[in-house]
Nanobody, 126 residues
Framework: QLQLVESGGGLVQPGGSLRLSCAAS????????IAWFRQAPGKEREGVSC????????KYKGSVKGRFTIARDDSVNTVYLQMDRLTPEDTGVYYC???????????????????WGQGTQVTVSS
């Protein structure tokens, strides 16, 4: 059973940066594609980014392209989301999720994944 724990959230001013981490235990991350989702108050959860098992394929939601970078380090069973030039619209609870399906990243925004973390709050405000 894979367990996921997110960390790195917090309060940041517009234009600032944060790096989120998704640490896995119970199995090794190289068996899974990993995605990041977020949910803003009063809104549905949405997919933000996804990285496939090899790390060769990375997907991004349109509004974060060029600002967010997803990366994985399977030697420490962790996936990262570097978030730069943050805006108030990036505020929300960020979740990581893992799925063993080879083509998970092709449809990750459907929000169907085998395993989910508990989330970390990101607040962008002046």
């Amino acid at each position: 059973q894979l367990q996921l724990v997110e960390s790195g959230g917090g309060l940041v001013q517009p234009g600032g940066s944060l790096r989120l981490s998704c640490a896995a235990s119970g199995s090794t991350t190289n068996y899974y594609a990993i995605a990041w989702f977020r949910q803003a108050p009063g809104k549905e959860r949405e997919g933000v980014s996804c990285i496939n098992k090899s790390g060769a394929t990375k997907k991004y939601k349109g509004s974060v392209k060029g600002r967010f970078t997803i990366a994985r380090d399977d030697s420490v069973n962790t996936v990262y989301l570097q978030m730069d030039r943050l805006t108030p619209e990036d505020t929300g609870v960020y979740y990581c999720a893992a799925d063993s399906h080879t083509y998970f990243c092709s449809a990750y925004q459907d929000s169907r994944a085998d395993y989910w973390g508990q989330g970390t709050q990101v607040t962008v405000s002046s």
